[in-house]
């Protein structure tokens, strides 16, 4: 299993064993209390603990947001693995053609992801990929990317898909839906860069952050899936906020919620299923001028 994972992630054999190494010392009375108490307060198996929720909006008739959430965990004696994939796509090109081009990535790309790493992980099959995670997402996003132009063609969507496997996870993003790693600090980390065009201005130096939050064209992407330009997926690997949460959100959340609100709502829900139906409120009450999705995961401690 650790062979098969320092494959995926690129990592040296000696990265993974120093993350895994334990060494051990005589424990005194007090120590052996707080291990006790601290083991008492863990779940075991580790799992992922996960919520969704999704909103047509105020202002919209129908729906063209898609997500898809799969939570499992595998636990032996020498190990416990918690593997989570989790995607939310945003369509756009009007009645229908937005809401098949969401659903046909979505499908796309969870069944290549399925196909390449969930069947791999759980000895479902004999075949172990011969690519990088890396690799494994960027053809997903591809394929996905076909099979929009050719099931919506004049139709497009953004795509953004996180999989989690053990204390690591992998992301790849077109568009401006997100992904955010919340620590229980009250930091808030984006981990994906807007494929807007205001964006795009933003990092040039043209117009100020205050600009972009209020600019007419703030919506209008220069990536998407189902478009005829060629392009190269985001895709990066990083550790998980552990403690903390990972978050997974259409513009119709993040643009409408601030970052400082999110981050209250999120602490003070009783779950993540309670905390992403409070964001989805959170942007209604603000307007809902857009169609809201969110997946929250909520990782062991």
Not at 13 to 36: H, K
Not at 178 to 187: L, N, T
Request: glycine share 8%.
């Amino acid at each position: 299993m650790k062979t098969f994972f320092r494959k995926l992630f690129g990592r040296s054999e000696t990265e993974m064993e120093r993350e895994s190494r334990i060494t051990t010392a005589p424990l005194d009375g007090e120590q052996v209390g707080a291990l006790v108490e601290e083991r008492a307060s863990r779940l075991e198996p580790e799992q992922l603990i996960v919520g969704a929720a999704r909103s047509v909006g105020m202002q919209r008739d129908h729906n063209e947001d898609s997500l898809f959430t799969f939570t499992t965990t595998i636990a032996t004696e020498s190990y416990s693995v918690p593997f989570g994939l989790y995607i939310v796509a945003d369509g756009m090109g009007g009645h229908q053609y937005g809401e098949v081009a969401s659903e046909t990535a979505v499908r796309s790309m969870s069944d290549h992801l399925f196909r390449k790493l969930y069947m791999p992980v759980y000895g479902m099959n004999g075949q172990q990929p011969e690519e990088s995670m890396q690799e494994i997402f960027a053809q997903g996003v591809l394929e996905a990317n076909q099979a929009v132009a050719d099931k919506a063609p004049g139709g497009g969507t953004t795509l953004t898909t996180v999989v989690i496997i053990g204390n690591r996870m992998t992301i790849a993003h077109v568009g401006d839906s997100r992904a955010y790693a919340i620590y229980k600090d009250g930091r808030m980390q984006l981990l994906t860069r807007d494929h807007s065009l205001v964006k795009r201005l933003e990092e040039m130096g043209q117009i100020t952050p205050e600009e972009a939050e209020v600019h007419p064209q703030k919506n209008v992407l220069y990536r998407a899936l189902g478009q005829s330009e060629p392009f190269e997926p985001d895709v990066s690997t990083a550790p998980v906020p552990q403690p903390g949460y990972v978050l997974i959100c259409s513009d119709g959340l993040w643009g409408l919620v601030s970052d400082t609100e999110m981050y209250r709502l999120i602490s003070e829900a009783e779950n993540p299923h309670r905390a992403c139906q409070a964001l989805i409120d959170a942007a209604n009450q603000a307007g809902g001028h857009d169609n809201i999705s969110a997946i929250l995961i909520r990782l062991p401690d």
